[in-house]
């Protein structure tokens, strides 16, 4: 939810909002685990110089994106190329086209202008030739929404996607069994209509376990095979008597699930969801894509040089029944060693629930063995043959690797772009299961679909999103796709126009269709801009993490964190990505000197437990153990939680049970290797084996990290997680970097300065950070030589001298550099100590300083937005106040119901006091959503919208001084009295500047 930003607000007192100090050491860069040959060159660059130019002007490639969703192909390429230039005019770097149409209730004629027809591809080459144009990528959905579908499959093709049905019949011990075999538990999806008998079984039901019973309990040595017995779908057979109880005869048919992508019709003839795990389902997208889609000019476009991808949503796919493929006996057989045939009855699912049991044990290896076999199908099948095709076109492969019990962190490490989204993880967690497969698989971007939220139309708000965001960077998410901005209009749209996602079943829907139609756009380019800053940072260079988590799994999108990390160790800088045997295995990392992967995200130490998705049971593949006891002989510092005296393998095979414990007993032998008993005793291991985080700080700080380094700077992007709490403390980074300096990047403005307030210690930089709830900033450590790169100008201390600037102390509120000469700053007349590093202390008196001031009265004009005379034309209204105190506007009269554009003034007179050697700062207390100021007619620079406190310095003059301050805010309020079926149960937000606004007067003196 979002915070009231005025609680536990430092106080607006202290004069630099950021103070730190950072570090870095020099590491290579990983290598791609498959190089995309021939794709446009990745944006992270690979020197300091370069990413001091990057923040100040980030590259196009680097900028946010949009998902755009589109009413099929019933849209005008005039307005699609005017869209595009909205987006890019706004600051934002691309596009993801998607047929997107949930709130459209009228016939959208998907014969006509379906996903895929000739207007849909007259629209999609007008949106790539302005997109090259203006230098936008744009990204192409698979198929007409999700999972991946085509029209030219049915499910009765084996191109679909597939399901294997039961259907059981209880029969007691020498009961006579003729006829028709058990039809399907679960009914047929629509427009299923062949099926085929898999195969026939018979089992006895376990001491007192009952037909009625979910699942029942079978004795699996019991089974009897009777599918050579059937007659095409008759059976004639005896339940054996011996031994009395009641037989369970199961029938298993193996049939096309009729699944169709998310909200359709999209399509003329309908889409049918394809088979995701075999190559007959990939072959069906790829064939579609080049003889429906693929102009020639389609094609040329996109080998612009933007470069897009092709995207791929979360693996979404719903049956009633069991998930199949028709290869799949072979493939089991083939990764398992083991039939499949016996595990039938614990494999079956009916409305997702299990059926049958062998016992807890049995079920759960079984499982276990089913879903690895689903991933590596899905690798095989489906994201290899989809990324070379992709590449063929210049474009990368994107997908969100989750949605089934399988490994997602692996998965992340053989696509060019793996995707998390902010509305369905749980945590922070989910996204660093996907950033380890990302950095042991040598990839640059983790995106993320970012800013959904459930209920949230028309009243998210930029600052909510940025805070979503923010904490996303620190998990590992470079690059976010805004979820999401929506085509003008469509048939029955009503204003502000179309939007895909709300209403939603007749109920507030899903945020935000961004763009004009907000009166928050007027100041999104302040927003963008933070963003792509952001990202330049974060795709700068090779990204750095302490722990490697060893998890049997590698699933995402569960909620499951790190023990003893997510919560404790986080708080205290540790930095953590999970891993998973099988992406350990295809990635292949090596230690050396102590390091896992080295040249990429250089874990320093390991840690695992048991299955945390199976009451932790310890187990293990044999072939990880042996892994882990190589890297622990290499050096790898290992924490090994729980008592492992007789780990298992994960699945039904046993065979290597004795060597797997002999392994991991040499393993816990190992020096560099501390076994604990339990969680608790975490911190316990870590300090016994001497390990500690690269950035370190009070314990229980709401601040997160990420860090990217090269062999010139590192890259620390830093964000306070809490919404109440502010950060205020010291910061240590370990450096080995000679000489190394820190410089604070505002990522708001791109304005960077050295730090000169820290204090080089053993092996690190450390400086004060302070943060406002929300808030966010950047820390570059690098050489003194960094210094007139990030300030872009001749205007800056010369590195020799910079170097011998050090201050490890001040009891003034700062010292920062103006042009070449360091400032001390105070909120107080008086007399100031700053000490440097080598010891020697100077003392510089400030003068004078003045009051603070409170700003009570202001005029407000407010442009009132309102509908229109069609679905696409907003109607403005002006309102006009003299206020005597602020307030919001719910509380003022005529603006309960109002939502646009808030411009408030006054003007204030200062005397002598306030100028020449002095400045203020303005504090603007509680305001939203986004704001803009301005002094006596200038522009001042985008203002931190997590913190809004905003340097004056340098702008006010003797006399009298005009302030203007210029706020936006969402559309709910007025929605709620413009649509109450929809939006009326919605509360009113609370809108415009609120305050108090205050000027905090400093004085400053040279050092």
């Not at 933070?530 to 330049?536: D, I, N, P």
Request: glycine share 10%.
């Amino acid at each position: 939810m979002p915070a009231d930003d005025s609680a536990d607000r430092p106080t607006p007192t202290r004069l630099s909002r950021r103070s730190f100090i950072g570090a870095g050491a020099a590491v290579g860069t990983a290598a791609a685990l498959q190089p995309a040959v021939g794709l446009p060159a990745a944006a992270a660059a690979p020197g300091g110089r370069e990413l001091a130019a990057g923040l100040r002007s980030p590259e196009r490639a680097v900028q946010a994106k949009f998902r755009w969703w589109w009413p099929h192909g019933m849209v005008d390429p005039a307005e699609i190329r005017r869209e595009i230039d909205q987006i890019a005019d706004a600051g934002f770097g691309g596009v993801e086209i998607a047929d997107v149409h949930h709130s459209v209730e009228d016939d959208l004629a998907p014969e006509r202008t379906g996903w895929g027809t000739k207007p849909w591809r007259e629209a999609l080459e007008a949106a790539l030739a302005r997109a090259r144009r203006r230098g936008l990528s744009v990204d192409l959905t698979i198929g007409p929404a999700w999972p991946a579908a085509v029209p030219t499959v049915t499910p009765q093709d084996a191109a679909a996607a597939r399901e294997l049905a039961h259907g059981v019949r209880f029969v007691a011990a020498g009961e006579d069994v003729g006829g028709a075999l058990p039809e399907p538990a679960v009914e047929p999806g629509e427009g299923v209509s062949d099926r085929s008998l898999f195969a026939v079984q018979a089992l006895r039901l376990a001491d007192g376990a009952s037909p009625q019973d979910t699942p029942c309990a079978l004795v699996a040595d019991s089974l009897v095979e009777l599918t050579s017995s059937a007659d095409g779908e008759e059976l004639s057979w005896s339940a054996p008597a011996e031994g009395g109880g009641t037989w369970a005869l199961i029938a298993y048919w193996e049939r096309g699930s009729g699944q169709r992508p998310e909200r359709g019709p999209h399509t003329e003839p309908v889409s049918y969801v394809v088979d995701h795990f075999g190559a007959a389902g990939t072959r069906a997208v790829t064939d579609f894509w080049d003889e429906r889609i693929l102009t020639p000019r389609i094609r040329r476009l996109l080998q612009g040089p933007a470069g897009g991808a092709l995207f791929e949503d979360s693996i979404e796919m719903e049956t009633e029944a069991t998930l199949w493929t028709a290869g799949m006996p072979e493939a089991f057989a083939e990764h398992t060693g083991y039939d499949l045939g016996p595990y039938l009855p614990v494999l079956v699912r009916a409305h997702e629930d299990k059926v049958f049991s062998y016992g807890s044990e049995t079920d759960r290896r079984a499982g276990d063995d089913y879903n690895g076999v689903l991933t590596r199908l899905y690798i095989d099948h489906h994201i290899r043959p989809l990324k070379e095709w992709a590449h063929g076109l210049g474009l990368r492969y994107r997908i969100q690797p989750y949605g089934l019990q399988t490994d997602a962190a692996a998965k992340s490490a053989v696509v060019d772009i793996p995707e998390g989204e902010s509305l369905g993880f749980n945590n922070l967690d989910d996204f660093r299961s996907l950033a380890g497969g990302r950095d042991l698989g040598g990839n640059t971007v983790l995106s993320s679909e970012a800013g959904a939220v459930y209920g949230g139309s028309y009243s998210t708000t930029w600052r909510e999103t940025v805070r979503t965001v923010s904490r996303e960077y620190a998990a590992g998410v470079n690059q976010a796709v805004l979820h999401g901005f929506s085509y003008a209009d469509a048939p029955g749209a009503r204003w502000p126009g179309f939007a895909a996602f709300t209403p939603y079943d007749g109920g507030v829907g899903y945020s935000e269709s961004w763009g004009p139609r907000h009166p928050a756009w007027q100041h999104v380019a302040d927003v963008a801009g933070f963003l792509a800053r952001s990202q330049q940072g974060l795709q700068w260079g090779t990204s750095t993490v302490d722990v490697a988590f060893l998890r049997q799994k590698g699933y995402a999108g569960s909620g499951f964190g790190a023990a003893y990390f997510s919560k404790e160790g986080v708080r205290s800088g540790w930095t953590h990505q999970f891993v998973s045997p099988h992406l350990l295995e295809i990635t292949d990392p090596p230690v050396t000197d102590g390091v896992l992967a080295p040249d990429g995200p250089a874990y320093s130490l390991l840690v695992f437990e048991g299955d945390a998705f199976n009451g932790r049971v310890t187990t293990l593949p044999l072939e990880t153990a042996r892994r882990l006891l190589r890297y622990a002989e290499a050096g790898l510092r290992i924490v090994v939680v729980g008592d492992w005296s007789s780990p298992q393998q994960p699945g039904i095979d046993q065979d290597d049970a004795d060597e797997l414990a002999a392994t991991v007993e040499a393993l816990l032998d190992q020096p560099t290797v501390h076994r604990v008993a339990d969680r608790a005793a975490i911190p316990d291991g870590i300090a016994a084996l001497g390990a500690a985080p690269a950035v370190s700080y009070a314990k229980d700080s709401p601040l997160l990290h990420a860090r990217r380094r090269s062999r010139h700077a590192d890259f620390y992007f830093l964000t306070n997680s809490s919404d109440d709490t502010a950060v205020d403390h010291d910061v240590t980074f370990a450096t080995g970097m000679r000489h190394a300096y820190p410089f604070s990047v505002d990522l708001w403005t791109g304005e960077a300065e050295p730090v000169l307030l820290h204090r080089v210690e053993d092996g690190g930089v450390r400086l004060r950070v302070r943060l406002a709830p929300g808030a966010s900033t950047a820390v570059a450590i690098a050489r003194p030589q960094w210094a007139p790169h990030a300030a872009g100008s001749g205007k800056h201390m010369p590195p020799g001298q910079l170097r011998k600037l050090r201050l490890s102390g001040t009891d003034a509120d700062d010292v920062r550099l103006s042009g070449r000469d360091p400032k001390v700053r105070a909120a107080a007349p008086g007399s100031y100590t700053t000490t440097r590093d080598d010891g020697r202390s100077h003392t510089t008196v400030v003068d004078s300083v003045a009051d603070p001031r409170e700003l009570r009265e202001w005029r407000l004009e407010v442009e009132d937005w309102r509908p229109g005379a069609s679905a696409t034309e907003t109607e403005v209204r002006t309102h006009e106040l003299e206020l005597k105190a602020l307030a919001p506007w719910t509380e003022l009269e005529g603006l309960a119901d109002v939502s646009g554009i808030g411009r408030y003034s006054t003007t204030v007179e200062l005397g002598a006091g306030w100028t020449g050697g002095h400045g203020a700062y303005l504090d603007l207390g509680r305001v939203s959503d986004v704001f803009r100021v301005s002094v006596n007619g200038e522009d001042l620079p985008p203002g931190d919208q997590l913190d809004p406190v905003v340097d004056l310095g340098g702008h006010l003059r003797r006399g009298a001084n005009r302030i203007e301050v210029e706020v936006s805010t969402t559309l709910i309020n007025r929605m709620r009295v413009f649509r109450p079926d929809v939006y009326g149960d919605v509360g009113r937000q609370e809108y415009g500047l609120m305050g108090p606004v205050r000027l905090l007067p400093y004085g400053e003196a040279d050092l």
